[in-house]
């Protein structure tokens, strides 16, 4: 009779170091690939409606992962919606921009929309690795694909599609938020529920989609190429599929 041996939760410097760089390096080459994509789908959720203009456990932790991640790098996030929504402040650099907030509307100013930025990053992160998970399973389940390109890039292709329909009306208030001093026009929001309730009543629920195409366009094929290159690399360093 076999004896089950005891499961080892032991986990060496090398085998960390191998699952933060294949998910970091897959990250940065999915950002830097779909980042124009990101500048239009700020503009475009800027605008108001008819107007042109220029698992469990798993679920869970990696929501409360991109929260927490998301409420430390918050400052960095309204800058850079900043910057994409008027190009005449990065004439003075991201640096003289940062000053020019804290001097003028105070640290707070740095945390604006941090409430829906944490929401739409928890739910962002959880439904995109629970999509890709479950779809997988079931792809392996009901057909005939097995582990590899095929079935990395249809699973990748549904989770960018599902974590777009999720967060998209989040993302739109997250920026609405951040950018409510550069423009007035938008109205004043005292919070995320305020803003949407006020989205809701000026625009109407299409209103919380504004910009879900460039969404899309952009969280797409991110979600893709992070998924096919993690996948990728977890092959090249021994590690096993997600």
């Known amino acids: 009779m076999k004896v089950n041996e005891k499961q080892s939760w032991a986990v060496s410097q090398s085998d960390v170091v191998y699952h933060f760089g294949t998910s970091g390096l897959s ?21 108001l409606v008819g107007q042109k203009g220029p698992l469990t456990g798993m679920i869970a932790s990696a929501g409360f992962g991109g929260a927490i991640a998301t409420a430390l790098t918050n400052p960095v996030e309204v800058l850079k919606v900043r ?6 402040l990065s004439k003075g650099g991201p640096t003289g921009e ?7 509307e105070g640290l ?5 929309g941090v409430g829906p930025a944490m929401a739409r990053a928890a739910t962002l992160t959880a439904s995109q690795l629970a999509t890709y998970d479950e779809t997988k399973r079931i792809l392996i389940g009901l057909t005939s694909l097995e582990e590899g390109f095929n079935l990395h890039l249809i699973s990748s292709a549904v989770a960018g599609m599902a974590s777009t329909l ?3 009306p989040v993302d739109m208030i997250k920026t609405r938020l951040m950018l409510q001093k550069e423009s007035k026009r938008m109205g004043s929001y005292k919070n995320g529920f305020h803003c ?3 989205v809701m009543l000026s625009e109407g629920p ?37």
């Not at 910057?83 to 005449?88: D, E, I, R």
């Not at 940062?98 to 003028?104: Q, Y």
């Not at 290159?229 to 096993?240: D, F, I, Y």
């Open 27 to 47: 990250v940065a080459a999915a950002t830097a690939v779909t980042h124009p994509l990101d500048v239009l789908k700020v503009r475009l959720q800027m605008q």
């Open 166 to 168: 999720i967060t998209a």
């Open 196 to 198: 949407a309730y006020q």
């Open 108 to 112: 707070k100013a740095l945390w604006k």
């Open 83 to 88: 910057l994409q929504m008027n190009p005449q």
């Open 206 to 242: 299409k209103g919380l989609y504004k910009g879900s195409l460039a969404t899309f366009a952009r969280l797409g094929p991110q979600t893709t190429i992070t998924f096919i290159l993690c996948e990728k690399l977890r092959e090249l360093a021994g590690l096993n599929a997600i």
């Open 98 to 104: 940062l000053r020019r907030m804290i001097s003028e």
